[in-house]
């Protein structure tokens, strides 16, 4: 988490709410999505991704390749299974952060930036 966007002293001083809504915040910024948000927490999902870089090396390259050498169009389709079997393999990332949890580890951000 970035130092400048840690919630203020005043923020813990108020209730847990303020404090999971800035979690809330945080993690939907970097892809994940709230499943469940009560009061004692919150559950986040971040659904599996592509790998941008299996589809680069496996697919993307054989398949230019195979415009200079044919056979490269069966490494790009071999390449191509590799990188699905990847993905549906994958499982979503699932999280819970209870209101407890998100207040102490707010409090420990900001007495680590305090005493530095």
């Known amino acids: 988490m970035k130092p400048e966007a840690l919630p203020s002293i005043k923020l813990l001083e108020e209730n847990d709410s303020k404090i999971l809504d800035w979690y809330v915040a945080e ?10 948000r009560s009061e004692a927490g919150v559950q986040f999902q971040k659904p599996k991704e592509w790998s941008a870089l299996g589809t680069l090396l496996f697919i993307l390259l054989p398949a230019l390749g195979a415009c200079l050498w044919i056979s490269m169009l069966g490494v790009a389709l071999i390449g ?14 699932l999280e819970y ?20």
């Open 27 to 36: 993690y939907t910024k970097q892809g994940w999505r709230v499943l469940n």
């Open 80 to 93: 191509l299974v590799l990188v699905a079997a990847h993905y549906l393999m994958q499982q979503d990332k």
């Open 97 to 116: 952060i209870s209101a407890s949890q998100a207040r102490d580890s707010v409090k420990e951000l900001l007495g680590v930036m305090q005493s530095a």
